[in-house]
């Protein structure tokens, strides 16, 4: 059973093949059986998956189930659930328990869907490994020694795992498509403003956006088709229709113009990784597309000023966190001074103190033009590079990573050497563009991913363009090995 995907759950769910109770009592045993070597899970909501599911059987039998009702799937723990923990990875947060449901998880509910539990994270979604979580590092399924990417590493290694068929993560510079290349499934960055923020913790405001990571093509585009729509309650939700992401999913990919940015091929790219994308592109090529090479040539300023919008929006996104209103609260404080400090000093970890001193220091009066201007005009010339591409191409191919996955300790200590496993995702976020990984092969028996980037909007495309792929293809079904 763990081996289908949503589209066919639901199907075995429909036909009375299998009941919610009985498949969610399924992935809760293999949770406990194979959870306490990944730590992909923070919290197992057990009773009430239970009871979600003999609720969701107890609606099909009455006819008023939809496709998606008794389907298990998991939360990552940036999402605030009503009456359940959501730490957002902190010891900051390990007393929090949400008072209302974040937009996603409302949806979610409202489908019927049973929530099995929240996921493991880089502290406040801040990292690439796995390592800054407050719960310990979350381990890839394809090699324990290895990291499942961040910042929502415990997603992909639960649906890699098949601990889940489906979860939620969320994408500031690159935090959905860069685990989902590193533990080898599907993951889509919506446009920024297609899925509401509300509820979502904030780390990066003008970044962050949520989306599906699946094991295929077809089933991130149901469960994209949930999650996007306008709210009134995120004041940068779009309020662009939502097409039917799964109508166009068999579109001829005839005559599609792919664009190869040179700049995503050149030095610090694994040759390894360079050549299963290659292959990846062949495979296009014999699906009726032309490629064409382009240039991003702000590729390089992507990185620095990701680490000048992100931390400053952090810095003022975290000021909340103050040990007042909830949270971490030191024991006996002295007054107010040393309330703020020693809590913030307590509850957070060091990545996210060094986030936070770079921003605060990148917006104080006598910096503001130099760091947290500059990057904002850097990000102007990389949406106009993207622009300029698109009209002469459809969408955007390269890898997703530089690497296969790295070892877990060899970049903790190197924040700089961290922060350039981004160095392909982090533009579209700083655009607001969609982007989509999808398995596309192996390199030192490690899963790679293959990004595409799509135009505002066009996320359909994305989707159509990764069931094709994965109708020719097999890598989105491997399984990694001791998992079975
Ligand atoms: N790795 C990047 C960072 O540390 C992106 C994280 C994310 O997308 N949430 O900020």
Not at 334 to 346: P, V
Request: aromatic share 8%; hydrophobic share 40%.
């Amino acid at each position: 059973m763990h081996n289908k995907t949503i589209a066919e759950l639901s199907a075995a769910l429909a036909s009375g093949e299998v009941s919610s109770v009985a498949l969610t009592e399924h992935f809760l045993a293999r949770i406990k059986r194979l959870d306490p070597e990944l730590n992909s899970f923070v919290t197992v909501t057990a009773e009430q998956a239970l009871a979600d599911a003999a609720a969701a059987d107890a609606a099909r039998a009455e006819g008023s189930a939809g496709p998606l009702t008794g389907v298990p799937f998991a939360h990552k723990d940036i999402f605030c659930t009503e009456g359940v923990k959501t730490a957002c990875g902190s010891k900051m947060l390990d007393n929090f328990i949400a008072p209302y449901d974040a937009a996603v998880v409302s949806k979610m509910k409202a489908a019927g869907m049973v929530m099995l539990g929240k996921t493991n994270m880089d502290e406040f979604a801040m990292g690439s490994s796995n390592e800054t979580s407050f719960y310990g590092p979350v381990k890839n399924p394809w090699d324990k020694e290895r990291v499942p990417g961040g910042s929502s590493g415990g997603s992909a290694a639960a649906v890699a795992a098949r601990l889940a068929p489906m979860a939620t993560g969320t994408d500031t510079g690159g935090s959905i498509r860069q685990p989902a290349s590193l533990c080898g499934i599907t993951g889509l960055k919506p446009t920024y403003g297609r899925v509401s923020r509300y509820g979502m913790i904030a780390f990066a405001s003008s970044l962050d956006q949520a989306g599906p990571m699946a094991r295929s093509a077809e089933d991130c585009a149901l469960m994209l088709q949930l999650m996007a729509g306008f709210d009134e309650r995120d004041s940068t939700s779009l309020e662009n229709e939502v097409p039917d992401y799964s109508k166009g999913l068999n579109n001829s990919l005839e005559g599609l113009r792919i664009g190869l940015p040179k700049e995503y091929f050149g030095e610090g790219l694994d040759p390894e990784v360079a050549k299963v994308i290659e292959t990846a592109i062949e495979e296009y090529k014999k699906m009726g597309a032309t490629v064409k090479e382009i240039s991003l040539p702000n590729t390089h300023l992507a990185v620095p000023a990701y680490y000048i919008v992100a931390p400053a929006e952090c810095s003022s996104n975290l000021s909340r966190m103050d040990g007042v209103r909830f949270g971490h609260r030191c024991d006996d404080p002295k007054n107010l001074e040393d309330l703020y400090s020693r809590s913030r000093g307590e509850g957070f970890g060091e990545e996210v103190k060094r986030r936070i001193l770079v921003g605060a220091y990148a917006l104080s009066a006598g910096y503001y033009d130099a760091y947290y201007i500059k990057a904002q005009q850097i990000r102007h010339l990389i949406s106009d590079d993207f622009k300029a591409a698109f009209t002469e191409v459809d969408l955007i191919m390269g890898p997703t990573t530089p690497s296969t996955a790295f070892n877990v300790g060899e970049k903790s200590k190197d924040p700089i050497s961290m922060y350039l496993s981004d160095i392909y995702t982090i533009s579209a976020n700083l655009a607001g563009l969609p982007g989509l990984s999808l398995p596309a092969g192996f390199a030192q028996n490690m899963p790679v991913g293959l990004q595409v980037i799509g135009n505002y909007f066009d996320e359909a495309r994305l989707l159509n363009v990764a069931h094709r792929f994965q109708q020719e293809t097999t890598w989105h079904q491997q399984t990694p090995a001791g998992i079975e």
